[in-house]
């Protein structure tokens, strides 16, 4: 790349701007959607959703009109997720899902996150868009740590709802929530309350796989950065611990429900049922699996306990796209993992930190349409480390 490209890459860490930080929130906040809003009215509210992500996206083409436009690197990473996006597009030919026009409408969806995101990247100035966006993200992960708190208490002392507000998809908003604003903090920018408060409310989702990824890759950062003074360590692990112990009750209770009186299907054992049983299906086409949307209403329920997806990120795909499934998710994150190698040295640690979050959480959880790290994020992420990387090079 000549050096002149470069100058489409601007570098100040200072401005926010509006439209992607409102991408972001909504990104994080939809979650909340159909939960405050359409409870009475799912179908309703899976409809709003929709036709929030178009509206976003259509705001995003009138960059074509009065941007101008600029060079985006298209990353080894994404590559691999375009790929993914084309073949669960494409499975639609062969999906057992109850309706192709409902799936079709879900793959839309998700496309346009993609697409937002490519849009936002290719029209404002790159490295302040995407950060911006992340700010964005930070904002709408706090505002559903709020909705949270104030959530009823579930039968199984867990806040929100298992079918509209799930407590494991609010866990994972808030880690991703972490991710970004630590992200930000090493770009020079305050984020240190949003952090603490999305960390203490994932305690309070109770999550256990959410909280045991996010326990185990944070333990990486801390041993593995150099740039964390022992001071820092010291207060986070004490942190930690006093966390721990102010949830020590509530943790003791949920231990006694969720051993006695929890539903069974939810138990590690019922989990191992039904990765067991998913697997099976799988095996019956181990090629090209059973298609996009092609797990729910379609797979039975396990009790009363209606699955939404696997459990666990490589079975999902297995049954979804089969061992294309498989191919294509260790390209992603292979080649996510390798092009992180790019990134400056904290940043690196990082990101590799969430990677590893990543991998543990989809042991046990996953998207019921995406990947783990939806794709968006890896578009963003990819973008965002290729740039300073390219920057030094020329330098150089």
Known sequence: ???????????????????????????????????LFFQAEPRTGAIAG???????????????????????????????????????????????????????????????DVAIVWMILRYQPLTDAG???MKGYVWGACFIAIVTWFSPTMQDLRPGNDEYFSPNAVGFICVLGVYFSQYLNRAAQGWRVAPVFLSVTLMRTLSK????????????????????????????????????????PLISS???????????????????????FVLLRGLENPWIGHGFHGFRNVIPAFGDFEAWHAHNELIQQFYTYGVLGLIMLVGIYGSFYWHLRKASSQVRIL?????????????ADTDRFDLSLPMWAILLISTLVYVPALQDEVTA
């Open 131 to 133: 950060e911006s966006l």
């Open 1 to 35: 790349m000549m050096p002149s490209e470069t100058l489409a890459y601007p570098v100040s860490r200072t401005s926010t701007y509006l439209f992607p930080a409102s991408v972001g929130f909504y990104f994080a906040a939809r979650l909340a959607l159909s939960y």
């Open 209 to 248: 796989s959410t909280i045991i990824a996010f326990c185990i890759s944070q333990a990486y950062l801390l041993l593995r950065d150099r740039t964390v003074s022992a001071t820092t360590r010291r207060t986070a692990i004490l942190g930690a611990i006093v966390i721990f112990a102010l949830f020590w």
């Open 50 to 112: 929709l036709a929030l992500n178009l509206a976003f996206f259509i705001c995003s083409l009138f960059y074509v009109f009065g941007g101008r436009a600029h060079t985006v690197p298209i990353t080894t990473p994404f590559r691999w997720a375009l790929c993914f996006l084309t073949v669960s597009l494409v499975s639609l030919s062969w999906s057992v899902t109850v309706s192709i026009p409902i799936a079709a409408g879900y793959w839309s969806g998700m496309a346009a």
């Open 254 to 276: 949920y231990y006694v429900v969720y051993t006695n009186a929890g539903n069974q299907a939810e138990t590690l054992t019922g989990r191992i049922g039904i990765w067991g």
């Open 351 to 363: 990101l590799n930190s969430l990677l590893l979050f990543i991998l543990i959480w989809g042991l």
